[in-house]
């Protein structure tokens, strides 16, 4: 039995080594689809990671929304061929979060990558945050706040990607907040995001060790 654990374990440092150019610029975001909602995971308006494949390797989807009296409605999200999907409407805030095993490659430390998203319909409703890493609606259109732990994440970086496959840099004020634009004759899903923002935090992930946390968030919504 010690001998099948320790195979087990080398066969993950070697799946760690082979998908970590692969995850680093991968993203886990909400796209909204003729058949609604669907959490993928991949490039943004590219190629998603497919089952059977790295879609595979995420750990339990777990998502949810807020309902008006503030209760949290647990949602289950099904694995398909390119994604999960979720019986809700693209009219309410959707959150997800998951994780990917840890990632380690020649002698440095062990990362491990975790992936929060959020889905809005709109920047009328101010949100407060419920994901360690989580970009949330101010209430007022093209700004939102980047938050970490529930605290405010200053000078952090972010990049808007439209969906005529342009992008624009932005970093959050000292306050966490980022103002944006958007051109309002491009319709389509955009995305918002904050990746690989770095813990330095020891634990285990499925037998292997880590010695950081890489923390990943998308906000994505449809402008119509």
Known sequence: MIKNRGFYLKVIMLFSILAAPVVQAHSVYFEETENGLVIRFGEFQGDHEESPGYLDQLSSVNAWTLEKEGKLKYLTATKVKQGFTLDVSANESIVAQTAFPVMARDNNPGRKPNFYARWIPNFTSKIDPSMNLDIIPTGVKGKVQVSFRGQPLP????????????????????????????????????MLKVARYSEELKGFDRGVGYAVISHNCSLTWRHK
């Open 155 to 190: 000078n952090t970086d972010a990049t808007l990607y439209f969906p005529d496959a342009t992008e624009q840099k932005y970093t959050s004020d000292i306050k966490g907040i980022i103002n944006f634009k958007i051109n309002p004759k491009v319709t389509g899903i955009y």
